[in-house]
């Protein structure tokens, strides 16, 4: 695999940011009426949780994204704060040449592209 030149990795960082700033919009919101939900018992608050859980999956499937994974690991949202832990240390792929890294990785060390944070 070739080195990314610098209008690649440009445009990399911004489809990083785009995607961090929808699943952190999305998400965030979704985690704390999902949290909501669960701490009271009524049927506003249940059906809260309920828009919370599907809040925090779509922002999960964007932070999937965000680490090169498959959308569908947005799913974990199912499991809450469980899920987005489980998320953030299986690791990352490239968004540039699809290599894995782990959660620590900053730059892909195969094309020099830059990862998620
Ligand atoms: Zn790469």
């Known amino acids: 695999m070739e080195k990314i030149d610098e209008e690649g990795k440009l445009a990399i960082r911004a489809k990083l940011k785009r995607l961090n700033t929808l699943s952190l919009g999305i998400g ?4 704390l009426l999902q ?8 049927l506003l608050f249940f059906l809260g949780s309920i828009v919370g859980t599907a809040m925090l999956i779509v922002g999960l499937a964007y932070y999937a994204q965000y680490r090169g994974r498959h959308w569908a690991f947005g799913f974990l949202g199912l499991a809450s704060c469980l899920g987005t832990i489980i998320l ?3 690791g990352k792929k490239c968004l540039h040449c699809h290599a894995s890294h782990g959660f620590r990785a900053s730059t892909c060390t195969n094309c020099g592209a830059p990862l998620a944070s």
């Open 28 to 31: 965030a919101p979704g985690l």
């Open 88 to 90: 953030y240390f299986i």
């Open 35 to 42: 949290g909501m939900g669960a701490s009271r018992s009524s």
